[in-house]
């Protein structure tokens, strides 16, 4: 069984090394960890009184690491979620933030449960999925992961520098699209041409 260590590093690979995207609203990312983390965390990794590109440049895996366990899985309390969500909505959270619980809780919505949609993991969140989990085991996991990849796909409409992520330059899959499918049962996979069908309208 893969532990909470073992998924945090497997976001770190996923998330790859330091970039600076000006598409990327987050700004200069290492391993995932935004420069914005690092400040609100107050992390001057190189000890010069400010935190900047260099602290970013600077950071380890081992430190992304521990960042995400404590700040993107321990502190949102996803471990009160069913195990089988825990790792997509840890890895969706170190991407979207509180977004990704806002997105497991509409989805409870959707099938039935009374869920404030606050991006808040409390009793009534950590209950309601796992009734949900109990009526449809089967399903939760890929419920959630097909939700969050057609998360993608709305950012990407709604907004045009942020479609590379979802779309490569060859029309294939972006990297928000794959990442989401890690998470989803083979058989929901969207094929190529369903997801050049999708993403027509984007020119």
Not at 101 to 122: E, F, R
Not at 139 to 162: E, F, K, T, V
Request: charged residues 30%.
């Amino acid at each position: 069984m893969r532990t909470i260590k073992d998924i945090a590093e497997e976001i770190v690979a996923r998330e790859g090394g330091f970039v600076n995207d000006p598409a990327d609203p987050g700004g200069a990312t290492k391993y995932g960890v935004t420069i914005g983390t690092l400040r609100r965390l107050g992390m001057d990794l190189d000890g010069d009184n400010d935190i900047d590109i260099d602290d970013v440049k600077k950071l380890s895996r081992e430190q992304a690491r521990d960042i995400f366990i404590e700040h993107y899985f321990r502190r949102p309390r996803i471990a009160l979620l069913p195990e089988c969500v825990q790792a997509s909505v840890f890895d969706m959270y170190v991407n979207a933030g509180g977004n990704a619980i806002k997105l497991l809780q509409q989805l409870l919505c959707d099938m039935g449960q009374v869920v404030t949609v606050d991006g808040v993991i409390g009793p009534q969140t950590a209950n309601a999925c796992a009734l949900a989990q109990s009526q449809a085991p089967n399903h939760l996991r890929d419920a959630y992961g097909i939700a969050r990849r057609n998360y993608y796909y709305r950012i990407a409409d709604a907004r045009s520098p942020l479609r590379k992520f979802a779309r490569r330059r060859d029309g294939g899959k972006g990297g928000w699209i794959v990442r989401a499918e890690e998470f989803i049962s083979a058989r929901y996979h969207l094929t190529d041409d369903e997801h050049r069908a999708r993403t027509v309208a984007w020119g």
